[in-house]
């Protein structure tokens, strides 16, 4: 009997990315945007899907709640069968964060709502204090009760001005979902600005919503009595979009990448831009190149909410900085705890002095192939990133949390010319 390994990325780095590709739809729309299918009772599609792993688990939660799907090149048909009711079951919750947007379509369908503990990345406590607090500003009563949470709302959900603690992007997703079918009008101030979110709120009204503002700080949501379906095209993966555009400049590439919105990435530009990388844009393009001996230089960057520089694209950046001239100070200020890469970087040679939340990286620094682990979807980007500029072969462990988050990041950097190869079957993939 032959023991089954666990599958890994082997990275032969080195070589300079170089060709054309087409992003993948985001997966942070395409989470809230098939919650949304609870809110009606008709059909509704969904273009430019990715294949992920996690956009599979969260269509195994609404089949249980009664919504059955099709997917298929990349389009996801969803067809509510009545009003849905039930509870995610505890494994398929703490499979992924996004779990816990069943919470505001159900309470405000059906009266009740309760989910178990949602799972996602391990990036530090990730409270859902602005979610609950929310909905009872809404009307709810909740409570928690040996880590599931219990919404109820008899009566209805009725609007109402709701000042988030913190602009959860979550918890702005749940809320705006909750309070499209409320009686009257919710403000939601200090809400989330993602793309997504403004994704999200497309969405909605196409499907009768009536919510503007959003992508703003303040959210107005008209309640109305029902939703019908919708036909919506996600918008591009920014952070894919993002990891590739920095595997480029680690392995001081020439990529054009299709299909992207280069106004979601203003902050990683202007930080590419300090380094000395050049982006050219076009519409919905955008070309990198970097000369095999540019100077590029270190700069400072912290994570912030958006339009601040992305939290998801920290550990990959991170990554880069070990390649540009100088000390850059990297402050992670969204999750307490998303600095894991920072010991696997090092295995490949990188100088990176330890600083809580603001390590200092010092470069540039020839890195050489290792043997390293990724802990989550964006740790495990870094990682691969760190694989491309090194000399040698790398084995990249946590394959799994990669193909919870990127449909096809290793086939993409083949694509463009990266010496990389899954080992290993994907039978074995845990979560
Ligand atoms: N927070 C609270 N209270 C809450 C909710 C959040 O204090 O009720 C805190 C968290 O502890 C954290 C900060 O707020 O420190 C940001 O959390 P947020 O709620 O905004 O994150 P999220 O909604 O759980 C989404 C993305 C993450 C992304 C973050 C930040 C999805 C499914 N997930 O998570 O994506 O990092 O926003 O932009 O949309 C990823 O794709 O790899 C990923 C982790």
């Not at 990176?352 to 470069?363: K, N, Q, Y």
Request: a negative charge; charged letters at 20%; aromatic letters at 4%.
């Amino acid at each position: 009997m032959s023991a089954v390994t666990e599958p890994y990325f082997k990275i032969d780095g080195l070589r300079r990315l170089n060709g054309v590709l087409r992003v993948n739809g985001a997966k942070n729309a395409a989470l809230p945007c098939l919650a949304a299918s609870l809110l009606s009772d008709e059909p509704s599609r969904l273009r430019w899907v990715p294949d992920i792993e996690d956009v599979h688990r969260f269509l195994e939660i609404l089949s249980v709640l009664g919504v059955e799907s099709e997917f298929e090149d990349n389009e996801v048909v969803v067809r509510p069968s009545g009003v849905c009711e039930g509870s995610p079951p505890d494994a398929l919750a703490a499979a992924l964060r996004a779990s816990f947007l069943v919470m505001g379509p159900l309470l405000v369908r059906t009266g009740m709502a309760s989910c178990g503990t949602p799972g996602g990345d391990v990036i530090g406590a990730r409270p859902l204090d602005v979610h609950l607090a929310g909905f009872r500003a809404l009307g709810a009563e909740v409570e928690s009760v040996g880590g599931r949470t219990i919404a109820r709302a008899p009566t209805g959900l009725r609007g109402a001005t709701f000042v988030l603690d913190y602009p959860s992007v979550l918890g702005t997703e749940n809320l705006l979902l909750a309070a499209t079918l409320a009686k009257g009008r919710t403000r939601l101030v200090n809400a989330a600005m993602e793309p997504e979110i403004v994704c999200l709120a497309d969405a909605l009204n196409q499907m009768g919503a009536r919510i503007s503002g959003a992508g703003d700080h303040t959210i107005t949501i008209d309640g109305v009595e029902r939703l019908s379906g919708a036909d919506h095209e996600l918008i591009p993966d920014r952070i894919e979009s993002g990891s590739l555009l920095i595997a480029a400049a680690a392995t001081r590439g020439q990529v054009c990448l299709q299909g992207v919105r280069p106004d979601h990435l203003e902050a990683l530009l202007g930080k590419l831009g300090e380094t000395g990388v050049e982006v050219r844009r076009a519409p919905a393009q955008l070309d990198i190149g970097v000369g095999a001996n540019a100077r590029l230089l270190a700069t400072n960057l912290q994570s912030l909410p958006y339009p601040g520089f992305a939290t998801d694209l920290q550990a990959p950046m991170t990554a880069l900085l070990t390649q540009v001239e100088g000390t850059s100070v990297v402050h992670e200020r969204v999750f307490e705890n998303r600095m894991q890469h920072l010991g696997e970087l090092r295995k490949f040679g990188a100088n990176i002095i330890a600083g809580g939340a603001a390590p200092v990286v010092i470069g540039p620094t020839p890195l050489s192939g290792a043997v390293v682990r990724g802990t989550d979807i964006r740790a495990t980007a870094a990682l691969i990133v760190a694989a491309l500029a090194a000399e040698g072969e790398s084995r990249i462990y946590g394959v799994n949390h990669l193909s919870r988050g990127y449909a096809d990041l290793a086939g993409q950097l083949r694509g463009l010319g990266a010496d990389i190869e899954l080992v290993g079957s994907a039978d074995t993939l845990a979560n």
